[in-house]
């Protein structure tokens, strides 16, 4: 064997991935650009997940023994360019996860999303229009342009005194 054809051998890794919890559902966004042939495979108690990522084709692979049991069926995933979110849809709506895996033990790939994390436990039911946003983005499976804008980027008030026209170049 050369070490020109060992080089060929593909490498697995586990992709980085950020997880949080919803009334109804886990979130978990496995962060890889540009991924191809993405398999996610949602079993009850179970998250599998497996790319080619990269220009240079690296093999990610995680597997996930849940915390809590899901629904497979009403489970879904939507690959972007930059990674691929996962919404889990539990199986006993209304409880929350204090952690992703069904072990304690602490995963180096994953992390707890902190800037989508919310503790909905304390929230009235009016709060329940985040799941719909999400459901209509998990529904409308196009590319990344069609997320909905969720911080209200295109207000006119935020618009910024350095966005007058440019004179035209001489």
């Avoid at 952690?99 to 503790?119: H, I, P, Q, Y």
Wanted: net charge negative; hydrophobic share 30%.
């Amino acid at each position: 064997v050369t070490s020109f054809s060992c080089s060929l051998f593909l490498h697995r890794h586990p992709a980085t991935a950020k997880w949080y919890d919803r009334r109804d559902s886990v979130f978990i966004e496995f962060c890889v650009a540009d991924s191809k042939d993405v398999k996610v495979n949602f079993d009850k108690t179970k998250c599998g997940f497996s790319c080619l990522g990269g220009t240079d084709n690296v093999k990610h692979e995680n597997e996930i023994d849940l915390f809590e049991a899901i629904d497979e069926n009403e489970s879904k995933h939507k690959r972007t360019d930059r990674s691929v979110l996962c919404y889990l849809r539990k199986a006993q709506p209304g409880k929350a996860w204090p952690r992703l895996t069904k072990e304690k033990a602490k995963l180096s790939w994953l992390s707890v999303d902190f800037n989508n994390w919310k503790d909905w436990e304390d929230d009235s039911d009016e709060e329940m229009g985040n799941f719909d946003q999400f459901s209509d983005m998990m529904n409308n499976m196009g590319g990344e342009d069609d997320l909905p804008d969720l911080d209200g980027a295109d207000d006119d008030e935020s618009a910024d005194s350095d966005d007058e026209k440019m004179p035209d170049l001489e």
